[in-house]
């Protein structure tokens, strides 16, 4: 499929051959929750901790003689059963994390940006070259362009003036190609893709 390309200053840039193998899926659902749900698990820290019986401070003095109390028997005040003690079958540090086969993240890919091709939210621009480093004049253009949440894709190396400009603003996101991620794609509301990023992408994902 075609796609017409624009520059960052919002003029004509010609137009681009997008792969309908990349770009023209018919977007699966359940293909892109998968690997969300992959790249979050695997990016949960899991420090999460309770402390058991074993590990609460407390004496490990009887509280009170086992029989002629009319009460339940009881060896130690960290039991689960009491106040402030030990956590029965808590909480211990692991890993979320599960395996995705690499040609099953690949797909996820595809079908990730065949969604932002669906919602008419690809934008293809010539390249993100600037002068000047400034954080003032690309907010401008940005705004100019009415992209909002957007997540810029570049090709092998971002150019670094337009990294530093982009730097302060809150809703823009520049990434290489090699980092292209599924979760990134879907969270933004404009995937705006460089000529050298879609040829990237398109070698990266045949």
């Known amino acids: 499929m075609k796609a017409d390309a624009i520059k960052l200053d919002g003029g004509k840039a010609g137009s681009v051959d997008l792969d309908d193998a990349i770009f023209g899926l018919e977007p699966r659902v359940d293909i892109l929750h998968r690997v969300v749900r992959w790249q979050r698990n695997n990016a949960q820290q899991g420090t999460h901790k309770v402390k ?118 809150s809703t823009l996101d520049v990434l290489p190609s090699v980092g292209a991620n599924v979760y990134d794609i879907l969270k933004s509301d404009t995937l705006v893709l460089t000529k050298a990023g879609v040829e990237a992408l398109e070698a990266r994902l045949k």
């Open 52 to 169: 058991t019986r074993r590990e609460v401070s407390y004496s490990t003095k009887k509280i009170y003689r086992q029989k002629g109390t009319g009460g339940a028997r009881h060896g130690a005040r960290s039991a689960p059963i009491f106040r402030s003690g030990g956590v029965y079958k808590g909480p211990t540090p692991r890993s979320h994390g599960h395996e995705l086969t690499k040609k099953f993240r690949k797909l996820g890919l595809r079908h990730a940006l065949s969604a932002k091709v669906a919602a008419g939210e690809l934008v293809i621009i010539d390249n993100v070259d600037i002068k000047d480093a400034k954080t003032s004049a690309l907010a401008k253009q940005v705004n100019d362009r009415g992209w909002k949440r957007a997540l810029i894709i570049d090709g092998a190396e971002v150019n670094a003036d337009f990294k530093r400009a982009a730097a302060n603003i």
